[in-house]
């Protein structure tokens, strides 16, 4: 049944061969939206639908946490930074050079995107210090919360004033990133929706 499995890892390995360019930050910005989009939709469901709590909470961040990692690299690959690994592991901009320097196939870690944006992306586009510190840290959050809820399974901590600080920091990089032109409403009113969440309906505590 799975004889051809070599092939299709060798498939797949080549798919991913290139570097990624700066034109390519469209499809990382589309799929982020699709992910956040369906992360915070399975989290309003956990009011509406017979499905368990748990489930719609595991559903919901891990889809919110890979859509905000594909929503950095999106950012950093539309403000001219390479996203693939160079040889000594720094970040840099693209440059006449760059492919000389870059590793094919590795990109940077989530955890090594959100460290230094600070000092490149959120630095390029303004963002006060202050409000990138706490872009920062809720994106800290997010990977916390995706990598606890891959080794601990549906078990979790949850806190009402998650969803509104995880929504406005959203929407806050995704309205510095992208100019109104860029933006996708229906995605920024979904962002919106999840951070007026009623706090009486959204559940606090270890589940």
């Known amino acids: 049944?799975?004889?051809?499995?070599?092939?299709?890892?060798?498939?797949?390995?080549?798919?991913?061969?290139?570097?990624?360019?700066?034109?390519?930050?469209?499809?990382?910005?589309?799929?982020?939206?699709?992910?956040?989009?369906?992360?915070?939709?399975?989290?309003?469901?956990?009011?509406?639908?017979?499905?368990?709590?748990?489930?719609?909470?595991?559903?919901?961040?891990?889809?919110?946490a890979v859509g905000c990692e594909l929503l950095l690299k999106s950012i950093y690959l539309k403000n001219g930074y390479a996203i693939n690994q160079t040889k000594n592991r720094g970040i840099i901009k693209f440059n006449d050079d760059v492919k000389d320097v870059l590793v094919k196939v590795r990109m940077h870690s989530f955890y090594t995107l959100i460290n230094s944006a600070k000092t490149t992306v959120f630095s390029d586009l303004g963002i006060s210090?202050?409000?990138?510190?706490?872009?920062?840290?809720?994106?800290?959050?997010?990977?916390?919360?995706?990598?606890?809820?891959?080794?601990?399974?549906?078990?979790?901590?949850?806190?009402?004033?998650?969803?509104?600080?995880?929504?406005?920091?959203i929407l806050l990089l995704y309205n510095n990133a992208f100019s109104e032109e860029e933006r996708n409403e229906t995605f920024c009113s979904d962002v919106d929706s999840f951070i007026h969440l009623h706090p009486r309906l959204i559940p606090c505590g270890l589940v």
Do not use: P
């Not at 800290?140 to 979790?156: D, S, T």
């Open 1 to 64: 049944m799975c004889e051809d499995v070599d092939s299709w890892i060798k498939d797949e390995e080549e798919f991913i061969k290139e570097c990624y360019k700066q034109s390519d930050f469209k499809y990382f910005k589309e799929n982020a939206e699709i992910l956040i989009s369906h992360g915070i939709g399975h989290y309003k469901k956990m009011f509406e639908s017979d499905m368990a709590h748990n489930d719609h909470i595991y559903h919901s961040y891990l889809n919110i």
């Open 129 to 169: 210090e202050g409000e990138a510190g706490k872009i920062e840290n809720v994106f800290r959050l997010i990977k916390l919360k995706r990598n606890n809820l891959v080794h601990a399974g549906k078990k979790h901590f949850d806190h009402y004033k998650y969803a509104e600080c995880i929504g406005k920091m």
